[in-house]
């Protein structure tokens, strides 16, 4: 697991990534989380930890960009309930659930590629087993039942019929 990465809020709304010795922007930032880092932001004159805060910030700049978030009658809901449900359902459940859902569309992702690597490896094989389908097919007609012929016509000797009993 990556190491935490630790970044400083001034009050300029600037933030420095300590590790990287640099200034970032929150673009950085998303850049760092969606990679796999865990990041912790203090506030460089309170020592408070406001990660919470710059993250909600990131997802909210994202949701503008695309004019949605969460559908509406949810975001009714987060209102008129206030923040014990809503910390009540982040605190038990959202997480886990993305966690498993995560987990589970890889697992699926992953299976799916091992179909397709297996459909691509038979379509190679294929053509070398069948190269000797037409043998098989001659051996197998020994064992066929045999092919019963008899007249059209009984006075009629060069019209004859082909009766497969297949």
Known sequence: MPEKIL?????????YDT??????????????????????IVDAATKEDVTAFILTQIILEEARKKNF???????HLIIQHGDDA??????KYLQKTIQNYLEY?????????????????????????M????????FMQMFAAPVQTKPKNPTDDKD???IDDK
């Open 105 to 129: 569309k890889k697992a699926f992702d992953d299976q799916f590629s091992r179909w397709l690597d297996v459909g691509t490896d038979m379509r190679k094989l294929m053509p070398n087993m």
């Open 19 to 40: 590790k990287s010795s640099r200034y970032v922007t929150l673009e950085d930032l998303t850049g760092l989380v969606k990679s796999g880092n865990q990041v912790e």
């Open 86 to 91: 809503l910390g009540d359902f982040f605190d």
């Open 160 to 162: 004859i019929e082909v």
């Open 7 to 15: 970044l400083k809020k001034y009050s300029n709304r600037r933030l």
């Open 69 to 75: 978030l969460l559908p509406i009658p949810v975001l």
């Open 131 to 138: 190269q000797g389908a037409s043998a098989m097919d001659n």
